[in-house]
């Protein structure tokens, strides 16, 4: 499995932006993709998740902010970032699992900025 990501960059505070990734290869495999994110000095954390069925997670810091949505005809998995704070500054990354979590395979991350 390949997952492609696009859409980091820099926005200001209050501000949105949307990632994408585009998963490719043995996709018949994947059961769930999601988004990590590593910001300097702190650990990965699971941003947003969701399931083949649609069933969705988010953590708490993203809930109510955040949307994660798919397109199955182009195997791709969207991030919807809203009302971003310069805490959401990481750099995120597309994954996808063949079972509950969604850590088998991991893309390149994208880096998103949010300053003013």
């Known amino acids: 499995v390949q997952l492609q990501a696009s859409g980091g960059g820099l926005v200001q505070p209050g501000g949105s932006l949307r990632l994408s990734c585009a998963a490719s290869g043995s996709i018949f495999s994947i059961n769930i993709m999601g988004w990590y994110r590593q910001a300097p000095g702190k650990q990965r954390e699971l941003v947003a998740s969701i399931t083949n069925i649609g069933t969705t997670d988010y953590a708490d810091s993203a809930k109510g902010r955040f949307t994660i949505s798919k397109d199955n005809a182009r195997n791709t998995v969207y991030l919807q970032m809203n009302s971003l704070k310069s805490e959401d500054t990481a750099v995120y990354y597309c994954?996808?699992?063949?079972?509950?979590?969604?850590?088998?395979?991991w893309g390149q991350g994208t880096q998103v900025t949010v300053s003013s």
């Open positions: 994954t996808a699992g063949r079972y509950r979590d969604a850590n088998d395979f």
